[in-house]
């Protein structure tokens, strides 16, 4: 026993606020468009796995929630007009409950602003959405530490998170699970394949992002995002921020 809280004791706290650490050098993070000459050469665009890069009257814009920051079109470009940054706070609310605006944000800081418990459910992930996903219960990221958990039922969860893009095998089940929590709640899509479902495009199997087939209040763009990005989008929920 004294061996333990010697080593526990050496080792000091370990958690840090989510926003305060380094992310890794190599991270890639959202792309942007620089204010440079564009050679329109489409390149970008034919490059791009998720189709997250268009052409819009002229001007080229990227979906952040279909993009995986896999840096094609960055490398493909010559006139080095896209560029990789390191930020990862990129979850938005859905246009939705941005229109309604900070009304909404008053009601839900008011139902949810002290506690918030999640229910998970895997629609179909590769599983690197749900790793990023669990990294938060432990030490470092120590979600509990802002009010938030995890629970076994959706009776008792306040939020519905969702990896994954929906597969039709898994879609009754998504469903049952939203049906079983109590209202007012809220859904959160996690991953370009939730968010966008154009990583794995269309098929047989596929219904396609978590939109399809429910309401999705918060997006989190990332493939996967990382644990810090997961806690701003619940942050930004919570109107903690
Ligand atoms: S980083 Fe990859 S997915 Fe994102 S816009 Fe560029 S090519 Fe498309
Ligand atoms: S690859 Fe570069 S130069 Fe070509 S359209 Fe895209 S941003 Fe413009
Ligand atoms: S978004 Fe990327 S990491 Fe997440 S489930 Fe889809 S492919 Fe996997």
Redesign the pocket.
């Known amino acids: 026993m004294i061996h333990i809280l010697k080593k526990i004791m050496a080792t000091g706290v370990v958690t840090e606020d989510y926003d305060k650490g380094e992310v890794p050098e190599r991270f890639r993070g959202q792309i942007t468009i620089e204010k440079g000459e564009c050679k329109n050469c489409c390149r970008c665009i034919t490059s791009c796995p998720t189709k997250a890069i268009r052409e819009q009257a002229g001007y080229l814009t990227i979906d952040h929630k279909a993009c995986?920051f896999c840096g094609r079109c960055v490398e493909r470009c010559e006139a080095e007009q896209l560029k990789h940054t390191s930020k990862y706070k990129l979850a938005t609310c859905s246009s939705i409950t941005a229109n309604i605006g900070t009304l909404l944000g008053r009601k839900i800081q008011s139902i949810f602003g002290r506690s918030l418990h999640i229910r998970h459910v895997d629609a179909g992930?590769?599983n690197?959405?749900d790793f990023e996903m669990n990294a938060l219960s432990n030490p470092f990221y120590d979600l509990q530490q802002y009010g938030i958990d995890f629970v076994a039922s959706p009776r008792h969860a306040d939020m519905l998170m969702v990896?994954?893009v929906v597969t039709r095998n898994l879609t009754q089940a998504l469903l049952m699970t939203y049906e079983a929590m109590p209202t007012p709640n809220l859904v959160m899509a996690v991953?370009?394949?939730a968010a966008s479902g154009q990583?794995f495009g269309s098929s047989y199997a596929m219904c396609g992002a978590v939109d399809k087939v429910l309401p999705v209040d918060i997006y989190v763009p990332g493939?996967?995002p990382r644990p810090q990005a997961l806690l701003y989008g619940l942050l930004l929920t919570m109107d903690k921020l």
């Open positions: 995986i992930s590769c690197a959405c990896t994954g991953g370009a394949c990583v493939c996967p």
